[in-house]
Each structure stands twice: as structure tokens, then as C-alpha cells.
């Protein structure tokens, strides 16, 4: 089993940054993927973001290309969302999420934290 618990959401204003984080126990982190999907009131849960098991390989959805950026440290058991230039339609509940392999597809990801609120006023 795996146990994910990620902080780091928040209110803040458009054009603001967040880092969300999440730490992972359970099992050695250096053999899961990670991703962060996200889920907005009366929406379906959306991928944000993806890094493979050694950090190698990293993948975002469209919508957040070259404003957040996904990160880990396997040393800290811990993976990151920085989320700059943030925007009204990034509000959303925001989970992490672990796999054996990384993906961009809810059902490829076997671990799911409880999720933080991100809010961004405009």
C-alpha cells in the first residue's frame, strides 16, 4: 500500500504562484510514477502533470504547459506541483496520484491522495 498526502493548496489571486506537495510512504518512491490530476466543482477529474520514476520523463496536459512544473525529490519521498501565472479556471481540488508507470490516464495511476483546494480569485 501506498500513502499519499499532499499540502500546499490555497487562495490566491490570478497571476499568483502555489507549490503544491505530496508525500508518499509505503513503499520505495523511487519505483512509482507520479502524477497530479485535478477535479473542478460540476467537472470530471483532468491530468495535469506526470514525472516518471527517476524524473526522466515529464509530461503536462496542454492547459498548464509553461506555467506549472512537476518535479520530485525521491530523497524527500516528496513530489511537487509549481503553479505559476495561476488562473481563475486552475480552481480545482488537485490529487496525487502514483503508478508503477507514468500516464496520463486516471486508471494507469493505483495510489490517490485525499487532495488539496486550490483556489485563484480573479
Known amino acids: 500500500q501506498v500513502q499519499l498526502v499532499e499540502s500546499g493548496g490555497g487562495l490566491v489571486q490570478a497571476g499568483g504562484s502555489l507549490r503544491l506537495s505530496c508525500a508518499a510512504s509505503?513503499?520505495?518512491?523511487?519505483?512509482?510514477?507520479m502524477g497530479w490530476f485535478r477535479q473542478a466543482p460540476g467537472k470530471e477529474r483532468e491530468f495535469v502533470a506526470a514525472?516518471?520514476?527517476?524524473?526522466?520523463?515529464?509530461y503536462y496536459a496542454d492547459s498548464v504547459k509553461g506555467r506549472f512544473t512537476i518535479s520530485r525529490d525521491n530523497a524527500k519521498n516528496t513530489v511537487y506541483l509549481q503553479m505559476n501565472s495561476l488562473k481563475p479556471e486552475d480552481t480545482a481540488v488537485y490529487y496525487c496520484?502514483?503508478?508503477?508507470?507514468?500516464?496520463?490516464?486516471?486508471?494507469?495511476?493505483?495510489?490517490w491522495g485525499q487532495g488539496t483546494q486550490v483556489t485563484v480569485s480573479s
Open positions: 496520484a502514483a503508478s508503477s508507470y507514468s500516464g496520463e490516464r486516471e486508471w494507469e495511476y493505483d495510489y
Open positions: 509505503g513503499r520505495t518512491f523511487s519505483r512509482l510514477a
Open positions: 514525472i516518471s520514476r527517476s524524473g526522466g520523463s515529464i
